[in-house]
C-alpha cells in the first residue's frame, strides 16, 4: 500500500470515527425529552437564576445571582454546550451540574479538580446524571439558542401561566 493510499485511509477512519461519535451524541439529542429538560433548566439546576428564564442574561434573573451571558446568543455547538452543561466553566461562576463531572475523564481533556489552582475549579452546581444534561442542551437548542427578544408566548409557555407575575413586563 502506498503512503497516500495509507493517510487517504486513516484520514476516512477518522472522520468515519468523529462522524460516527457526532451521530450518536446528535441521535442521543433528538431523542432527549425536552418537556424534562425544561424542568431540569428551571428547577433542578435553576439555571434561570443567573441566565434569567428565558435564557438572555437579564430578564427575570435573580440580582444577587452571577451575571451570565445570554443563551440566545450563545454560537457553541451541541458538543461544547454538553461540556458546558457537566463541566462548568472554570475560572468562572457557571458551575458544573454533572454528577460524574471530573470523576470520569470527560471533563476538559481528562481533568480531575485536583488539577485546578486554588479558586479557578468551576462551582458544584446541583448535579445530575448525562441524560438529564442532554435534555438540558436539547431544550436550549430547540427553545432558546439563536431567539431574538422573548415573547409573551414564550413566557406563557415557559410558566404554563399568562398571568405569571413574569409575563406581566411582556404584555
Known amino acids: 500500500m502506498t503512503i497516500r493510499r495509507a493517510v487517504a485511509m486513516s484520514l476516512f477512519f477518522l472522520t468515519s470515527l ?6 450518536a451524541q446528535q441521535a442521543k439529542i433528538m431523542d432527549a425529552d425536552l418537556e424534562r429538560g425544561k424542568r431540569i433548566y ?4 435553576y439555571c ?17 445571582a452571577p451575571e451570565a451571558p445570554s443563551l440566545r446568543e ?16 472554570p475560572g468562572t461562576a457557571m458551575p ?15 481533568m480531575e479538580l485536583s488539577d485546578f489552582e486554588q479558586g479557578t475549579a468551576p462551582p458544584l452546581g446541583k448535579t445530575f446524571g448525562d441524560s438529564d444534561v442532554f435534555n438540558v442542551v436539547a431544550y436550549l437548542e ?13 413566557c406563557t409557555e415557559f410558566f404554563g401561566n399568562p398571568n405569571a407575575r413574569a409575563c406581566k413586563r411582556l404584555k
Do not use: F, M
Open 142 to 154: 430547540a427553545y432558546v439558542i439563536g431567539r431574538k427578544e422573548p415573547t409573551i408566548e414564550e
Open 18 to 23: 468523529t462522524s460516527h461519535q457526532l451521530n
Open 48 to 64: 434561570g437564576n443567573c441566565h434569567g428564564w428565558p435564557g438572555d442574561g437579564r430578564t427575570g434573573r435573580l440580582l444577587q
Open 42 to 45: 428551571r428547577s433542578v439546576g
Open 74 to 89: 450563545s454560537e457553541l455547538d451541541t458538543e461544547t454546550l454538553i461540556e458546558v452543561v457537566k463541566c462548568g466553566i
Open 96 to 110: 458544573y451540574h454533572g454528577r460524574t463531572a471530573y470523576l470520569d475523564g470527560s471533563c476538559y481533556g481528562g
